[in-house]
């Protein structure tokens, strides 16, 4: 069975930092790739960052370059979003999700989510 279950989500001031993490089970990084996305209310989900399971190659959306960064540890099952220089902006819903091989722009092909972690970044 496939879960994919979100953590590390919080209230953080402008500037500040979190790391959230995603302990995945029932699949191999080998043949998915796994991303983190994000959504606010009444707006699209979009996509912040992927992993490739062919060649590991890391993606960023232009607006978390510089900032965001994505990190696996093997042994725990494990994926983190290492967010910096937060900004209100951030203020979303994220998940992580898993889609075969590589990363899609298309959220109908991706095929497991989990239930998202809150990120509020506020004064």
């Known amino acids: 069975q496939v879960q994919l279950v979100e953590s590390g989500g919080g209230l953080v001031q402008p500037g500040g930092s979190l790391r959230l993490s995603c302990v995945f089970s029932?699949?191999?990084?080998?043949?998915?790739?796994i991303g983190w996305f994000r959504q606010a209310p009444g707006k699209e989900r979009e996509g912040v960052s992927c992993?490739?399971?062919?060649?590991?190659?890391?993606y960023y959306a232009d607006s978390v370059k510089g900032r965001f960064t994505f990190s696996r540890d093997n042994a725990k099952n494990t994926v983190n979003l290492h967010m910096n220089s937060l900004k209100p902006e951030d203020t979303d819903v994220y998940y992580c999700?898993?889609?075969?091989?590589?990363?899609?722009?298309?959220?109908?092909?991706?095929?497991?989510w989990g239930q998202g972690t809150q990120v509020t970044v506020s004064s």
């Open positions: 999700a898993a889609v075969a091989y590589l990363c899609s722009d298309d959220l109908k092909e991706w095929d497991y």
């Open positions: 029932g699949f191999t990084l080998d043949y998915y790739a």
């Open positions: 992993m490739s399971s062919l060649d590991g190659t890391i």
